[in-house]
């Protein structure tokens, strides 16, 4: 039915494969669809909330029928073909039926089980009333720089992604567990559509990784949403997402209009002091007690039956300060800033806490304070 490379194959394979939940009740939903796409072919996944699609390039007979296979056979017999073969897959028929495909590449012959395409699901779109156009890469690290402070809780399931507020000063992503929340600003000079009627939504948290994940750098990426599903298109790479449903909080009033104190301080030598310091902490919370005086910072851990530690890094500070941080999340964070040197805004011991770029006003990330 079709003749393709292995590269060509396989790379398709792994840009939808993500989509595949092998856990469910529904055969189809385990498998991977292949079907005519314009003028060639691609392959499809979903799980019924992400829905995953790629062409690749092959030689198309005559006598190719779409249809479904099981992804994880599938994987795991192209992952054993050598590097530049061919692989070809044929029709096995039951009279005027596909009953089955068998795959070739050399002399290896292997005949694998498929379901009809007809069954196949296909995530609907529905009506996607707005569309906008930007650079996939700017897109990508906005998006990667705030994800990982999404919640996780069901409780609050409008927290569980990313929140999309679009306005005359740009794109600004969003994420937030109650605990931490980050903010990044994709300003509107760098997109190339006016974006200030498009819908505010929230991105679900499972889909964000896969769009850092697979979509293509460098490239222009067309958004088109509605209030309930969103479409992502790059390169030759599209996928469409289900969106959270529900009224994402004003994280504008979480962000403090002022500060007290204001420390400057290396990202690379905070972060190491404190992996340090959580070396003997064993509690839950990873809970670090930081004093800051003009020029130095000491981190302390709350002293437990594996020890107490201490360490201290160079900090250029306007005044003194004692607060509580969750260690763990303010390495995280300085993780997704993209800067060597971080400024540290504080009010009082039960304020929340800003984190920034030095300079930067509309990105930064938040982190509330803890009792040490």
């Known amino acids: ?207 964000a990784p896969l769009l850092v994940k697979h979509l293509p750098k460098d490239e222009t990426l067309s958004i088109s949403l509605s209030e309930f599903r969103i479409r992502f298109a790059a390169g030759n790479i599209v996928i469409i997402s289900k969106l959270v449903e529900g009224t994402y909080p004003d994280y504008r009033r979480l962000s403090p209009g002022s500060h007290k104190i204001r420390a400057r301080i290396s990202g690379a030598e905070l972060k190491a002091a404190i992996a340090r310091v959580l070396t003997v902490n064993t509690e839950k919370g990873n809970a670090v007690r930081f004093t800051f005086d003009k020029t130095s910072a000491t981190l302390t851990s709350r002293p437990g039956d594996a020890g107490e530690a201490e360490d201290v890094v160079t900090a250029a500070s306007d005044g003194e300060f004692v607060v509580g941080m969750n260690g763990a999340y303010l390495r995280e964070s300085i993780d997704h800033l993209d800067t060597e040197e971080i400024e540290l805004d504080f009010n009082d011991p039960a304020s929340p806490i800003l984190l920034r770029k030095p300079g930067e006003t509309d990105t930064h990330t938040i982190i509330m304070p803890m009792r040490v």
């Open 1 to 207: 039915m079709f003749k393709t490379k292995k590269a060509a194959f396989q790379a398709a394979l792994s840009s939808v494969k993500d989509a595949v939940n092998s856990k469910n009740t529904i055969p189809h939903l385990a498998n991977i669809a292949v079907e005519r796409h314009a003028e060639g072919i691609r392959l499809r996944a979903t799980n019924l909330d992400i829905e995953i699609a790629a062409p690749f390039q092959a030689e198309i007979g005559a006598d190719f029928s779409g249809f479904t296979f099981p992804a994880k056979t599938v994987t795991s017999i192209v992952g054993a073909v050598d590097d530049g073969k061919d692989i070809s897959f044929e029709a096995v028929m039951l009279g005027n039926k596909l009953e089955a495909v068998t795959i070739r590449s050399g002399r290896s012959r292997i005949k694998v089980p498929i379901l009809p395409l007809a069954d196949f699901p296909i995530l609907d779109q529905g009506e996607l009333s707005f569309t906008v156009s930007l650079g996939s890469s700017s897109f990508i690290r906005c998006l990667s720089s705030v994800d990982y402070a999404c919640s996780t809780e069901e409780t609050r399931h409008y927290l569980n992604g990313v929140f999309l507020d679009a306005s005359e000063a740009g794109l600004m992503f969003v994420a937030t567990d109650g605990h931490r929340m980050a903010r990044r600003l994709l300003p509107s000079s760098d997109i190339d559509d006016p974006i200030e009627s498009m819908p505010k939504v929230i991105l679900p948290r499972e889909t």
